[in-house]
């Protein structure tokens, strides 16, 4: 790539990248971006932290992160998200699900990303969350039905309550993180 327009060109392919959900492509495009000394951006660095984090490369996501909120003014739209992605990128991993006494535990649904999504993608994760809760329902009573019944052994009813805790939580989790996108996503773009 010619030295001019270099930068604005892997800007580019760097959103595009971004868009199409390539989070491999989209980081070696940054790598390529910090390699040429691209100016400082929020932008580029908010897109390195949520495709990091796509990649599951948490610490180079809470290092961008963490650059990003150091350098950038708390006034700037790149800071809000980037407070909200740090919590996700720091959190503890989720503890895995596991069946017990024949309860499957749903699938959470994976959420848009509010900064890009469409009406119509915000639409379809609430119906997603939705029925997520629903299914989480469904499996806690499946639980509940193991944790009193005293002819199972006290292994299998501690598991029980061990994934029906984890359960709860996760669905918390999804409602609280699916709302805070909801509110960044209906936030005025200006």
Do not use: W
Request: proline share 6%; hydrophobic share 50%.
């Amino acid at each position: 790539m010619p030295a001019a327009g270099r930068e604005a060109g892997l800007q580019g392919e760097i959103a595009a990248a971004a868009a199409a959900a390539n989070a491999v492509v989209a980081l070696r495009l940054i790598d390529q971006y910090r390699a040429i000394c691209g100016a400082e951006d929020p932008e580029i660095a908010l897109t390195e932290a949520r495709m990091a984090l796509t990649a599951n490369e948490r610490q180079r996501a809470v290092f961008a992160l963490d650059e990003l909120l150091a350098t950038t003014d708390a006034a700037h739209p790149a800071h809000e998200a980037a407070t909200a992605l740090y919590a996700q990128a720091t959190a503890e991993p989720e503890v895995v699900p596991q069946v017990v006494a024949g309860c499957v535990p749903p699938v959470a649904p994976p959420l848009p990303d509010a900064a890009v999504a469409t009406e119509e993608q915000m639409i379809a994760a609430q119906r997603q969350v939705r029925a997520f809760v629903a299914a989480g329902e469904t499996h806690l009573k499946c639980l509940t039905r193991v944790i009193d019944d005293e002819d199972r052994g006290a292994e299998e009813r501690n598991a029980a309550v061990g994934e029906h805790n984890r359960m709860v939580s996760a669905m918390e989790r999804l409602a609280a993180a699916f709302n805070e996108r909801l509110r960044l996503f209906n936030k005025p773009r200006g």
